[in-house]
């Protein structure tokens, strides 16, 4: 799994004692999800839509359950793991359609995302949504090729960061936790120059 996932499924691990489905894409980096446990009986408990929220942004590769409770149900196909996806290095300056999506709760913001190249593996990031009200200011750095970190502080108060993913087409997919430690996904269209 890639470092994304493995941050994802540590926290899915440790965080918690009520631990429900993790869903991965099968390739270890594109997506994951997953869901808690809402009482000891896990009753009501879905699978699918654990799929689902995995593959809302896994830009099409499939996800399966890699694991229920503490227990891993599926092993990874090691031909299909770690693949990787060019990235093409960003412009200075570029806008993004943005959307962040909770998991587990019925919160959305959508937006953009305005990025400024600072350095060579900094970006200041600015989220801006108009219609909701909402303004955060915060930074990207590269990690990998083919991962980067990001964090954004909320003029709501929400305070988030996590991992993202370029794909050939340009689109970055992420994940990323709150201060509360709701896990959330970020995806960002691909750029349009200032």
């Known amino acids: 799994m890639s470092g994304v996932a493995k941050a994802g499924f540590d926290h899915?691990?440790?965080n918690r004692d009520r631990v429900g489905y993790f869903a991965?894409?099968?390739?270890?980096?594109?997506?994951?999800?997953?869901?808690y446990c809402p009482d000891q009986g896990c009753i009501g408990m879905d699978k699918s839509?654990?799929?689902q929220a995995c593959e809302r942004y896994s830009n099409g590769v499939p996800c399966k359950i890699y694991a229920f409770r503490k227990e891993i149900v599926w092993q990874f196909d090691k031909a299909s793991e770690g693949a990787t996806v060019a990235q093409a290095e960003p412009p200075r300056n570029v806008v993004r359609q943005a959307?962040?999506?909770?998991?587990?709760?019925?919160?959305?913001?959508v937006g953009e995302l305005r990025m400024e190249r600072?350095?060579?593996?900094?970006?200041?990031?600015?989220?801006?949504?108009?219609?909701?009200?909402?303004r955060c200011s915060g930074?990207?750095?590269?990690?990998?090729?083919?991962?980067?970190?990001?964090?954004?502080?909320?003029?709501?108060?929400?305070?988030?960061s996590g991992m993202l993913r370029a794909n050939a087409s340009g689109t970055y997919f992420g994940t990323g936790f709150d201060q509360n430690e709701n896990h959330l996904f970020l995806s960002l269209d691909p750029p349009r120059r200032k």
């Open 12 to 14: 899915y691990m440790n």
């Open 99 to 109: 959307r962040i999506d909770w998991a587990s709760l019925d919160k959305a913001y």
């Open 139 to 160: 930074t990207r750095t590269n990690w990998k090729s083919e991962e980067v970190r990001w964090a954004l502080d909320c003029n709501d108060g929400t305070k988030m």
């Open 24 to 35: 991965v894409a099968v390739d270890g980096r594109s997506s994951f999800n997953y869901v």
């Open 49 to 51: 839509r654990t799929i």
């Open 118 to 134: 600072l350095g060579e593996n900094l970006f200041d990031y600015d989220f801006v949504s108009e219609k909701q009200g909402l």
